[in-house]
């Protein structure tokens, strides 16, 4: 049982890594310029040129999509290690 719940911690573990270089990669060409400037309410954000919409999206993108994908990939990993 204690190799079992030591594997699974590595497992874990090592979908991290994958999980996390496949999530930058997905969201490090994000451009958060402000490009619409109709009926916008401004705030230091606005003052910036920072689109507080696109912002927010890419928070949410980051939260679900790095969750999916940490899953996924222990999946695979779970898969693999059941293969041999």
Known sequence: MQLLH????????AALFPAALLLYVWLCKIDLSLTHLDAIVFSQA??????????V??????????????????????KLLNLQ
């Open 6 to 13: 030591k594997q699974t911690k590595l497992v874990a573990v």
């Open 46 to 55: 606005t003052s910036d040129g920072v689109d507080v919409g696109k912002r």
């Open 57 to 78: 999206g890419l928070f949410f993108k980051g939260i679900f999509g790095g969750t999916l994908l940490f899953l996924a990939v222990i999946a695979v990993f779970v």
